[in-house]
C-alpha cells in the first residue's frame, strides 16, 4: 500500500489500526492455485509465440530493436501485455557478453549470430518466462553446442529434483554440473515468479558451492504448485559468453512441470 494511501485511511479511520501482513501475503502468493496454474499456462503460451517469432523473422538486417518489436507482436496482437524482452545478439565467433541486454541496441544481425534472450509475456497479471538461443543463419558451433548441452542438462536435472519437500540446497547439488563442465553463472540459477519475483530464489552465490565441493545448506522448503523458472545460464570464466536456458514451471509430485511447449533445443533462424 502507497504510503499517501496510508497516511489517508489513518486520517478517516482513527480507531482502525492496520496491521502489516506484507511478510503473510507475500507467502500466500507462492503456491498457485490450479486456476492460477491455468492463468500461468496461458502467459507460457503467449510467451512461446514471442520466442518463436524471433526465430521465424530474425536474419541479417535486422537490429535488435527490430527484434524487440517483433517479439513484442507476437503476442500483444492476442491481447498479452509486455513483461520483459531481455536480448543480446553477437557473433558466436567472437562473444561479448554472457547475458541478454535489458535495453536492445541498434547494432544489426549478421550471419553466424547468435541471439541470447529473456522473455516474458503476461495475461491479466500472470507472466511467463523462456530463454533460448537463436542462431542467425548459421548451426551452433562446438562450443556453443557445449554450452547448451551443459545447461540442458542441469535443467534437466533441476527439474526433475522439484518436488514437494525438496530444498534450495538440492537445486544447487541438481545443478553443479556446470561448475564440473568449467562454467559459472551469473544471473539467478531459478527463482519464483508468476505475478513477480519471489522466493525460492537461489542467486548466482552458489557457484561457490561447485568451485570449493562444499554441500550447499537446506535453504527454503519446496511447496507443491509453487511457479518456478529454472534457467541454467552458464558463463564462461571471463564473462564473455553465455546463454540461458530456461522456462516457467509448476512443482508437482514427481518433480516439475514444464508451462512453455517450445523444444529445449537451439532455434536456428
Request: glycine content about 10%; charged content about 25%; aromatic content about 6%.
Given at each position: 500500500m ?6 489517508r485511511l489513518r ?13 503473510e ?7 498457485k492455485?490450479?486456476e ?8 507460457a503460451?503467449l ?7 524471433l ?20 503476442y500483444r ?24 541486454s ?18 516474458s ?8 518466462q523462456i ?7 548459421a ?20 527439474a ?13 547439488r541438481?545443478?553443479?554440473?556446470l ?5 559459472a ?12 519475483i ?8 552458489c557457484?561457490e558451492?561447485?568451485?570449493n ?6 535453504g527454503r ?16 570464466p ?15 509430485g514427481d ?15
Amino acid at each position: 500500500m502507497p504510503w499517501q494511501h496510508y497516511l489517508r485511511l489513518r486520517e478517516l479511520l482513527p480507531a482502525v489500526e492496520p496491521l502489516d501482513v506484507t511478510a503473510e501475503y507475500g507467502k500466500l502468493r507462492v503456491v498457485k492455485s490450479e486456476e492460477e496454474i491455468e492463468r500461468l499456462r496461458g502467459a507460457a503460451g503467449l510467451t512461446d509465440l514471442a520466442i518463436l517469432a524471433l526465430q521465424r523473422e530474425a536474419r541479417p538486417g535486422l537490429s535488435e530493436l527490430e527484434l524487440a518489436a517483433i517479439a513484442e507482436d507476437a503476442y500483444r496482437r492476442r491481447g498479452g501485455a509486455v513483461r520483459i524482452t531481455f536480448l543480446r545478439s553477437m557473433p558466436m565467433a567472437a562473444p561479448s557478453g554472457c547475458l541478454p541486454s535489458q535495453n536492445p541496441s541498434t547494432r544489426r544481425l549478421e550471419r553466424g549470430d547468435v541471439i541470447i534472450t529473456e522473455l516474458s509475456a503476461s495475461l491479466e497479471g500472470y507472466s511467463g518466462q523462456i530463454h533460448r538461443p537463436v542462431f542467425v543463419g548459421a548451426e551452433p558451433t562446438g562450443e556453443w553446442l557445449r554450452m547448451f548441452d551443459a545447461a540442458r542438462e542441469a535443467y534437466d536435472r533441476i527439474a526433475a529434483g522439484l518436488r514437494p519437500g525438496s530444498t534450495e540446497g538440492d537445486a544447487i547439488r541438481n545443478a553443479a554440473v556446470l561448475g564440473e563442465r568449467g562454467y559459472a553463472i551469473y544471473d539467478d540459477l531459478v527463482h519464483g515468479y508468476g505475478t513477480d519475483i519471489h522466493p525460492p530464489l537461489i542467486d548466482r552465490s552458489c557457484v561457490e558451492y561447485w568451485r570449493n565441493g562444499v554441500t550447499p545448506p537446506p535453504g527454503r522448503t519446496i511447496e507443491r504448485n509453487t511457479a518456478i523458472v529454472i534457467q541454467p545460464n552458464p558463463i564462461t570464466p571471463d564473462q564473455r559468453m553465455g546463454l540461458q536456458l530456461g522456462a516457467l514451471t509448476v512443482v508437482r509430485g514427481d518433480g516439475a512441470e514444464c508451462l512453455h511447449r517450445v523444444p529445449f533445443e537451439p532455434l536456428l533462424a
